[in-house]
């Protein structure tokens, strides 16, 4: 099965595909953990991306469809999307890339949540350098100041986890990811899920969903 995870930034795409991939052994396909690598290793992709996505707007199309079709060369299935399709362009490219290979997308659930909460879970986040597991500063602490508990790697704020940065987030979801709902609901493919509660609340929801499909 194929998964793709939709939901405005700070929904808990991140932290919900890492809980997924535990328990119902998807892999995680991550466009932002995928650039932020870019970036860390100092390739060609990550010195033209590094700037857009401080700024919190989207990286290109083409940039962004052949990280995937990288991907997507050797597997084709049991896939967890994480913050891809971003665009209208790139769903359509997913589902060409899919279709080649037999494969298809199976679910889309868009996590939804106040928008009003999004702001502080965006500005008070730490993330991981190394895993890429995240925290709170005030709402899921990790258990020593500043590392990582699942790898013991230091935490940091993203440089895009800023107030200015995730307006602009916040309006590029609205521009151009929102159209995929109702690209997905009309392939009937669409779920809704509550984002709102606990962590483990909401990944709950998220596996009964799953199942009752
Ligand atoms: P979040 O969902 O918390 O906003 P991500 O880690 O998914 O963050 O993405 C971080 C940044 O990486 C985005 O703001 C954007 O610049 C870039 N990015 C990630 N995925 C895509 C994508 N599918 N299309 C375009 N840009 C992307
Ligand atoms: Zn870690």
Redesign the pocket.
Known sequence: MNLILLGP??SG??TQAKILVKNLGLVQL????M??EAVKSGSDIGRK?AK??DA????T?EI?NSLIREKLKSKNSGFIF??????LN?ADSLEEQLDQAGASVDMVIELTVDVDQLIDRIVGRLSCVNCGAMFHKNNQPPKVEGICDVCGSDLIQRK?DNEESFRT?LL?YYQKTAPLTGYYHRAGLLQYVSSVGSIEEISERIEATIQAS
Do not use: C, F, N
């Not at 991550?30 to 953990?33: E, I, L, M, N, V």
């Open positions: 930034p700070g795409k991140g991550s466009t932002g953990d650039l932020r991306v857009i996505m919190g707007e989207l990286v199309d962004i994480d913050g891809y399709p971003r665009t790139q895009d987030r590029e």
